[in-house]
């Protein structure tokens, strides 16, 4: 049996004074979105919500062609003008929508989902799914969890979403508008 040992070196965020940076209270911190639901799928919502903040050019072709004419009714229910995401183009305003929370974020997450061949589950997502969005993507997904201050890193990729996860009644994502490199 042969065994694989692969072994990170992550750098520690520091400030102009090289103190660490540290997340005392998510709610102070500007650089951080939540996303707000009341779903299971979080990680989902983080990684478009990523896509549309860090990476507006790779969130179109994502969806280029890949939504269903049902996720199109949805997109386009009581719009003025009809959406065209799945011809690869995304509006400002379709972006803030996503970035929000808005409706079209858990239509937009729903789709990555099915896109990527990644169940929804009752306990939401986990870290093996966030390795499998990644790969299904062609983008790479740093996840730092709050709680046990793990990181979660996987392949290396010049397309990155930064992701946070705590727990506070349930498992809940949220995604930094740039990298942890920088102050936040």
């Known amino acids: 049996m042969d065994i694989t ?9 520091t400030d102009s ?32 919500v990523g896509l549309a903040v860090q990476n507006s050019e790779k969130l ?15 997109i386009n229910k009581t719009r003025q003008s009809k959406s065209q995401i799945n011809e690869g183009i995304i509006s400002d ?10 409706k079209l974020q858990g239509v937009v997450a729903k789709a ?29 997904i740093q996840v730092y969890n ?4 793990h990181i979660c890193k996987g392949k290396e990729n010049h397309i990155k979403i930064y992701v ?3 727990f506070k009644h349930r498992r809940i994502y949220l995604c930094q508008r740039r990298s942890p490199q920088g102050r936040i």
Request: with cysteine; charged share 30%; glycine share 2%.
């Open 17 to 48: 004074g090289r103190r660490v940076n540290k997340i005392i209270t998510v709610n102070s911190k500007h650089s951080i979105i939540k996303i707000r639901n009341n779903d299971t799928i979080c990680l989902a919502r983080a990684i478009v």
């Open 93 to 102: 305003n379709e972006k803030t929508y996503l970035i929000d929370g808005r």
């Open 5 to 13: 040992i692969k072994l990170l070196k992550i750098d520690i965020p």
């Open 146 to 149: 709050l709680e046990s201050r």
């Open 164 to 166: 946070l996860m705590y």
């Open 60 to 74: 179109p072709d994502s969806f280029r062609s890949n939504l269903t004419e049902d996720d199109l009714k949805q």
């Open 112 to 140: 990555l989902h099915r896109m990527c061949s990644i169940p929804i589950k009752e306990t939401g997502n986990d870290f093996q799914d966030a390795k499998a969005f990644e790969e299904q993507l062609n983008i790479e």
